[in-house]
C-alpha cells in the first residue's frame, strides 16, 4: 500500500464552462489534520467528492488508500468516514435506526463510542431525522461518520448548524482524537479561524486550483504581513517579487508577502518607504492575498 | 413572479402544446386512414380526444410540481419573506397555473374543432377546466398535512363527478356519456353553469389566501379528527414493528431493511390492495348478471398483470433519487454506502421481486377464497380441465428450469425498468426524443402495410441492424458493468448460470415446437440475438446507477 492516504494526480474537471477543478495534484499523509480552504464554488466539494468516487475523474486520477475509490467503492468507503455538507441523512429513520443501519457497513464500529457521542451531543435516540434540528442532524451526521473510527474522515463544510461551544469543543475534539489515534482528517472550510485552530496541514484551492499546500506552521513562517509607511503619496505600488497582495491606507500599506521578504523589503526601501511593523500573517490574511480582490498578479517564488 | 413562473414551466408548456397537438393531429390522420368516416364513430373519438385533453391538462406538470408531499401546504414558500402581499402572492401563481392549462386545452382543442370540421364549445370547456384547476390547486396548497390535502382533492374530484353526472342528466342525452361528449353542442353551458363555476372558483381562491395566510404566520388549519390520532398511533405502530430490534447480521440484511422501509412496504401496501380491484369486479358483474361465468378470466388477467403493475411501482420507488433545485441526484447517504453498485441493484431487485411474489401470491389466495365463498369453482372447470393436460405435456426439465427462467426475466425486466428510470432522470430530453422517433414510425408501419409492405427492404434492414445493435450493444454493456468494477464477479456468475438456463430452454423450446424453416432469416438472427437481452439488462441498473454515483 501506498504512504500516503490520498494521492491525486492532475485532476481536472470541468462542469459545463466551469472549470471547477484544474490540474490539482496533492498527497494527504496519515495522522494528520487537513484542512482544505476555499472560497465558496473554489472547489473543495469537488475534490471531496473524487475522494469518495462519487465523481469519475475525467482527467488525472485518485488514489484512496492505494485503491481507485470508484472502482473499489467497497474497499474504501468502508474506511472512510463523511459527513456531507447537506446533512443528508433519510428523514424517516430514527437516530438508533441510523446508527444500526450504518453499523452494519462497518465491522469497526465502536459501540461505547457512538454511546458516549450521543451522550455528549444529548441526541435523543427515539426522535427522527426529520425531527431533528439543522444542528441536530449535523450532530447525528457526525456520529455516524465517526462511531467506526475511520482511518479517513471526511467532513464538509462540519461547522455549519454546529452553534459555538458544540463548534469549539466537541468538533476539535473529535477531529483532534482521531488524528491521534493515528488515522487522518481532511475538513473543507471557509471558516479560517477554525481552520486555523483545527488544521497541521492546509491546502488552499481557488477557482479550480491547488494554490498554496503545506504544513500550517510553514505557512504561517512563509508569510509575512508588513505595515509599510511611505514618505510620498503613492496611489498604487509596482508588482513586486514575492509581493502577494498590497492594501493602501493613506500613506501606509499593509502588505502580505511570501519567500524572500527580504527582497521586498528591500525593494520597498527603494521605492521610499519604510517598514514599521513586521510580522507573521495569518491564515486569514493569506487567504485574503492570495484568493481575495487585492492579490496581485505578481510571480512567485 | 409571473417572469418565474414563466421561466419554470414554459419549457413544459410548449412540449405539452406541441405533444398535444401532434397527438390530435396524428389521430385525424390514423382515423382517416382507417376509413373512419362516419358521424357515430368519429363523435366518439372526438369525445374522447376532448375528454383526453382536458385530463391531461387538469394534471398538467406546471401544478402536479407542487404536490411534491415532502413540502407541505403552500408551493411559494419562498415568497413569504418577499414584500407582496398574501393575496398577490397566492392569486399570481394561482391564475397562472389556470391560464396555463386553459391554454394547455385551447390550443390542441381548437386544432381539433378546425381539423374534424365540428364545433367545440371552447368557452364552456375552458371555464370548467379554470374552475377545476383553481379548486385542485386550492386542495393542493391550503392544508398542511398530506392527508388533508388528499382528503382536498378527493372531495374536488368527487364533486366533479357529481358535477358531470348532474350536468349530463340536465341535458336529458339518451346516448351514453361517452358518445354524447363528442356530439357538437354536448358543452354548450347555460348562464347558471358559468355562475355556479365562478362561485367555485372565486370561493377557491379565498379558502387559498385564507390557507395560506395562516401558513405565512406559522398557524395551520387542524382537523382533530378521530381517525387522525388513530392514523398516528398507527403509524408509530408501524414503526415500532419494522423497527429492527438488533444489529443487522449483514450488509445485505441491513440494506434489505433499508430499501424495504423505502419503497418495500408500498409494494406490499399495493399486493394487498390490488386483489380488491377484481373482486369488487367480479361481485359487480355477478350482482348485474347472475349467470356470469367470467370471474377466472378476471381473475386469470389480475394474476397475469399484478406483477407488472407490482415492478413498475417497485422500480420507481426504488430509484431513490432527490430533486433540489432542478436537479436530480443520488443522495449521497445513499452514495457512500460501502457497497457495489451491483450490491446496491440487487438488493432493490430482490425486495421488487419478494414484494411482488407477496403480492401475487396474495392475488392467488383471494382469487381461491372468493371463488370458494361465492360458489365460483364451477366456472373454473374448463380451465381446470385443459390445464393438466397442458401440464402433462411439458417435460420434467423444462418445468424444473421455468423457475430460474421465469426469476431472470423477471429480474431482468425490473432492471432495465431501474435503468430506464435513472438515465431518465439525466437525459430527459434524448430519451424522449428516442421514443418520438420510434412513436413516428407506427404511423409508417399502417402506411406500408396499405400499401402491401412496399418498403419491405427498409423493415428487414432494420432487423438486422437491430439485431446487430442488441448484439454490440448488450456485449459492451456487460463489458463495462464487469470490467468497471460495477457488477462484481460473484453477481454476475450468478446471473450467467440463470442465463444458461435460459437460453438452453428457450432454445430447447424453439427447436420442439416451432420449425425454424418457417421464419426468414432476420427474424432468426434477431431472436438468436435477443437471447441476448436478459443478461446485457441485468448489467444494466448498475451502469445506470453510476451514471448517478460516480457521476
Known amino acids: 500500500m501506498s504512504e500516503n492516504v490520498v494521492e491525486v494526480r492532475g485532476l481536472s474537471r470541468q462542469f459545463g464552462k466551469t472549470m471547477a477543478l484544474d490540474e490539482v495534484s496533492l498527497d494527504v499523509r496519515p495522522g494528520l489534520v487537513h484542512g482544505l480552504v476555499g472560497a465558496n464554488g473554489a472547489g473543495k466539494s469537488t475534490l471531496m467528492k473524487h475522494l469518495l468516487g462519487l465523481l469519475k475523474p475525467k482527467q488525472g486520477s485518485v488514489r484512496v488508500f492505494g485503491l481507485d475509490p470508484v472502482k473499489h467503492p467497497v474497499s474504501v468507503l468502508e474506511r472512510i468516514g463523511y459527513l456531507s455538507e447537506e446533512r443528508d441523512l433519510p428523514e424517516w429513520m430514527r437516530v438508533d435506526e441510523l446508527m444500526r443501519y450504518t453499523r452494519a457497513y462497518h465491522s469497526s464500529w465502536d459501540q461505547p463510542y457512538a454511546e458516549h457521542l450521543l451522550d455528549t451531543f444529548g441526541l435523543d435516540i427515539a426522535k427522527k431525522v426529520k425531527q431533528l434540528s439543522k444542528g441536530m442532524r449535523a450532530q447525528a451526521g457526525l456520529i455516524a461518520a465517526v462511531a467506526h473510527r475511520p482511518e479517513l474522515l471526511l467532513l464538509d463544510e462540519p461547522s455549519t448548524g454546529l452553534d459555538a461551544v458544540v463548534r469549539r469543543d466537541i468538533l476539535n475534539a473529535i477531529i483532534r482524537t482521531v488524528a491521534e489515534d493515528g488515522r487522518t482528517a481532511i475538513f473543507s472550510s471557509h471558516l479560517l479561524d477554525e481552520v486555523e485552530q483545527m488544521s497541521d496541514h492546509v491546502f488552499m484551492i481557488d477557482q479550480g486550483k491547488l494554490v498554496l499546500q503545506g504544513s500550517l506552521d510553514d505557512i504561517k513562517e512563509g508569510h509575512q504581513l508588513l505595515s509599510v509607511r511611505f514618505f510620498t503619496e503613492r496611489d498604487e505600488l509596482p508588482s513586486l517579487e514575492g509581493m502577494l497582495s498590497a492594501q493602501q491606507c493613506g500613506n501606509h500599506w499593509r502588505i502580505v508577502c511570501n519567500g524572500a521578504n527580504g527582497q521586498v523589503r528591500e525593494s520597498l526601501r527603494r521605492l521610499g518607504g519604510e517598514v514599521t511593523h513586521a510580522r507573521n500573517a495569518t491564515l486569514q490574511e493569506i487567504f485574503v492575498a492570495r484568493v481575495g480582490r487585492n492579490r496581485l498578479a505578481v510571480s512567485e517564488e | ?551
Open chain 2, 1 to 551: 413572479m409571473i417572469w418565474e413562473l414563466w421561466r419554470t414551466s414554459c419549457v413544459e408548456w410548449l412540449f405539452r402544446i406541441g405533444a398535444q397537438c401532434g397527438l390530435v393531429v396524428w389521430l385525424h390522420w390514423f382515423a382517416k386512414n382507417l376509413g373512419s368516416g362516419k358521424t357515430h364513430e368519429q363523435h366518439v373519438i372526438q369525445g374522447l380526444m376532448i375528454m383526453m385533453l382536458a385530463m391531461t391538462c387538469l394534471f398538467s406538470m406546471t401544478w402536479l410540481n407542487h404536490l411534491d408531499n415532502s413540502r407541505k401546504g403552500f408551493s411559494f414558500r419562498l415568497g413569504f419573506t418577499r414584500p407582496v402581499s398574501t393575496v398577490k402572492l397566492v392569486v399570481v401563481p394561482m391564475m397562472f397555473v389556470t391560464a396555463s392549462a386553459v391554454i394547455c386545452f385551447l390550443v390542441p382543442a381548437a386544432l381539433l374543432g378546425w381539423l374534424w370540421g365540428s364545433s367545440i364549445h371552447l368557452l364552456s370547456l375552458s371555464t370548467g377546466i379554470a374552475c377545476l384547476v383553481t379548486c385542485f390547486v386550492a386542495s393542493a396548497w391550503a392544508p398542511t398535512t398530506i392527508l388533508g390535502r388528499w382528503v382536498g382533492m378527493a372531495i374536488v374530484a368527487m364533486g366533479f363527478l357529481a358535477g358531470m353526472s348532474v350536468f349530463h342528466v340536465q341535458r336529458s342525452d339518451s346516448e351514453p356519456f361517452f358518445l354524447a361528449i363528442g356530439q357538437p353542442g354536448y358543452f354548450e353551458f347555460a348562464w347558471y353553469h358559468y355562475v355556479a363555476c365562478s362561485i367555485a372558483a372565486i370561493l377557491a381562491v379565498f379558502v387559498t389566501i385564507s390557507g395560506v395566510e395562516r401558513q405565512r404566520h406559522g398557524e395551520a388549519w387542524r382537523l382533530d379528527m378521530p381517525w387522525t390520532a388513530v392514523l398516528t398511533k398507527l403509524g408509530k405502530r408501524f414503526d415500532t414493528l419494522v423497527s429492527p430490534r438488533q444489529q443487522f447480521a449483514s450488509k445485505f440484511r441491513a440494506q434489505c431493511w433499508y430499501e424495504m422501509r423505502r419503497f418495500g412496504y408500498i409494494v406490499l401496501l399495493l399486493g394487498v390492495l390490488a386483489p380488491f380491484f377484481p373482486l369488487f369486479f367480479s361481485i359487480l358483474a355477478t350482482w348485474v348478471e347472475p349467470n356470469w361465468q367470467g370471474t377466472p378470466v378476471a381473475w386469470i388477467l389480475a394474476l397475469a398483470i399484478c406483477p407488472f403493475v407490482y415492478q413498475l411501482v417497485g422500480a420507481e420507488g426504488s430509484l431513490g433519487l432527490r430533486r433540489k433545485q432542478g436537479a436530480t441526484y443520488l443522495s449521497p447517504f445513499d452514495a457512500t454506502r460501502a457497497a457495489q453498485n451491483g450490491q446496491l441493484i440487487a438488493t432493490k431487485l430482490f425486495i421488487i421481486a419478494a414484494c411482488a411474489a407477496a403480492g401475487w401470491l396474495w392475488m392467488g389466495v383471494t382469487a381461491g377464497l372468493y371463488s370458494t365463498l361465492a360458489g365460483k369453482w364451477a366456472d373454473w372447470g374448463r380451465i381446470g380441465e385443459v390445464l393438466p393436460n397442458v401440464m402433462e405435456n411439458v417435460p420434467g426439465r423444462w418445468r424444473v428450469a421455468a423457475i430460474p427462467t421465469a426469476i431472470l426475466v423477471y429480474a431482468s425486466s425490473s432492471s432495465a425498468s431501474l435503468a430506464l428510470g435513472l438515465w431518465l432522470a439525466l437525459y430527459p430530453r434524448r430519451i424522449m426524443c428516442g421514443f418520438v422517433v420510434l412513436a413516428l414510425h407506427v404511423p409508417l408501419v399502417f402506411w406500408d402495410a396499405r400499401q402491401d409492405w412496399a418498403l419491405q427492404g427498409l423493415w428487414t434492414a432494420y432487423g438486422y441492424l437491430l439485431a446487430a445493435a442488441i448484439l454490440g450493444g448488450g456485449l459492451y454493456i456487460i463489458w463495462k458493468a464487469v470490467s468497471s468494477g460495477y457488477l462484481g464477479s460473484r453477481l454476475f456468475g450468478g446471473a450467467c448460470c440463470l442465463w444458461l438456463v435460459y437460453v438452453s430452454t428457450t432454445v430447447a423450446v424453439y427447436v420442439e415446437f416451432v420449425p425454424l424453416n418457417l421464419f426468414p432469416p432476420v427474424v432468426i438472427f434477431l431472436g438468436m440475438s435477443s437471447l441476448l437481452v436478459p443478461l446485457a439488462a441485468l448489467a444494466l441498473a448498475p451502469l445506470a446507477l453510476a451514471a448517478h454515483r460516480h457521476a
